[in-house]
């Protein structure tokens, strides 16, 4: 079955970045959405095929995807930003597989 | 705008049926596919099952299959999810999905899912 790890946890100052990844086998090859969830709150795609944002998601979020790791990065860090992440996959054996997810806490 | 509303949900003995709805809205419901997804308290997201925009095709996660089941009814704009033979584990936050893209092909499609409902809260408890 396959797998997508990520770091429990982030924490990061304020204007700093954040690097949150999702490790999966050669996830490269396939297509990675990332969610935001605030606490009390449903998840928000911010990320969707590797890098594009939908509308409305600050530049500040951004994504890359290879080999073996996928990446979301959040520059330029604020209070708002602090949240659950997951990254998401389709495989073909799972269908729609969700990461482990990761706590972004800003210090 | 799009709106996803979920209800169904309530506290329920093991062993029992239930069955959730999301009614939706701001978007042509009977083009898009659609998703439910799980959160078990304090725990991450879990994928559950998708229906074709025209209910003709349906997948689901291993972990329900034979025990859940999506259906739609484009005519009311609405998505269901019936859970039968409920265990403890089964205790989560459910959520309906939208596809980000529309598509009338045969089967699915993958892509991401860009809104998402509230949630109802399903808890099995005797």
């Known amino acids: 079955s396959y797998v997508l790890t990520q770091p429990p946890s982030v924490s990061v100052a304020p204007g700093q970045t954040a690097t949150i990844t999702c490790g999966g086998n050669?996830?490269?090859?396939?297509?990675v959405h990332w969610y935001q969830q605030k606490p009390g709150q449903a998840p928000v795609l911010v990320v969707y095929?590797?890098?594009d944002r939908p509308s409305g998601i600050p530049e500040r979020f951004s994504g890359s995807n290879s080999g073996d790791t996928a990446t979301l990065t959040i520059s330029r860090v604020e209070a708002g930003d602090e949240a659950d992440f997951y990254c998401?996959?389709?495989?073909?054996?799972?269908?729609?597989?969700f990461g482990t997810g990761t706590k972004v806490t800003v210090l | 705008q799009v709106q996803l509303v979920e209800s169904g949900g309530g506290v329920v003995q093991p062993g029992k049926s239930l069955r959730l709805s999301c009614a939706a809205s701001?978007?042509?419901?009977?083009?898009?596919?659609m998703h439910w997804v799980r959160q078990a308290p304090g725990k991450g997201l879990e994928w559950l099952a998708i229906?074709?925009?025209?209910?003709?095709?349906?997948y689901y996660a291993e972990s329900v299959k034979g025990r859940f089941i999506v259906s739609r009814d484009n005519s009311k704009n609405t998505l269901y999810l019936e859970i039968n033979s409920l265990r403890a584990d089964d205790t989560a936050l459910y959520y309906c999905?939208?596809?980000?893209?529309?598509?009338?092909?045969?089967?699915?499609?993958?892509?991401?899912?860009?809104?998402w409902g509230q949630g109802t809260l399903v808890t099995v408890s005797s």
């Open positions: 999905a939208k596809n980000r893209r529309s598509s009338m092909v045969q089967g699915v499609i993958w892509v991401a899912l860009d809104s």
């Open positions: 701001g978007f042509t419901f009977s083009t898009y596919d």
């Open positions: 229906s074709s925009y025209d209910g003709s095709h349906k």
């Open positions: 050669n996830i490269g090859s396939k297509s």
């Open positions: 095929d590797d890098s």
């Open positions: 998401q996959v389709w495989d073909s054996s799972r269908g729609n597989v």
